[in-house]
Nanobody, 123 residues
Framework: QVQLQESGGGLVHSGGSLNLSCVVS????????MTWYRQIPGKEGDLVAD???????KYADSIKGRFTVSNDKAKNTGFLQMNSLKPEDTGVYYC?????????????????RGQGTHVFVSS
């Protein structure tokens, strides 16, 4: 009943930029947290950025100063602006969102992840 859909990935040259989006659909009452992860084949996902309501965004050391998270609360959408991309930024980027939705009868918590969007940075 709650779904996440990432978009905005693609192939860019080193130094380029991409802006990833994560749309949270469903009868959403509130999104309290959105987290972005990067996964490389054969490895566990690494946290890239975290945006929790009421707190300053948190970023992995490897992307500080280059990536920025933001959101459009009215559209239940989060963004990950990625600048000065490097080949080591290559991977599948997932968003995960936590919050409250209405299932038609009750308000319930949700914690869902999208399918991911591929980012490939060539050298």
């Amino acid at each position: 009943q709650v779904q996440l859909q990432e978009s905005g990935g693609g192939l860019v040259h080193s130094g380029g930029s991409l802006n990833l989006s994560c749309v949270v659909s469903g009868n959403i009452a509130r999104i309290s947290r959105m987290t972005w992860y990067r996964q490389i084949p054969g490895k566990e996902g690494d946290l890239v950025a975290d945006m929790t309501n009421g707190e300053s965004p948190k970023y992995a050391d490897s992307i500080k100063g280059r990536f920025t998270v933001s959101n459009d609360k009215a559209k239940n959408t989060g963004f990950l602006q990625m600048n000065s991309l490097k080949p080591e930024d290559t991977g599948v980027y997932y968003c995960n969102a936590e919050g409250i939705f209405h299932d038609g009868a009750y308000y319930r918590p949700f914690n869902e992840r999208g399918q991911g969007t591929h980012v490939f940075v060539s050298s």
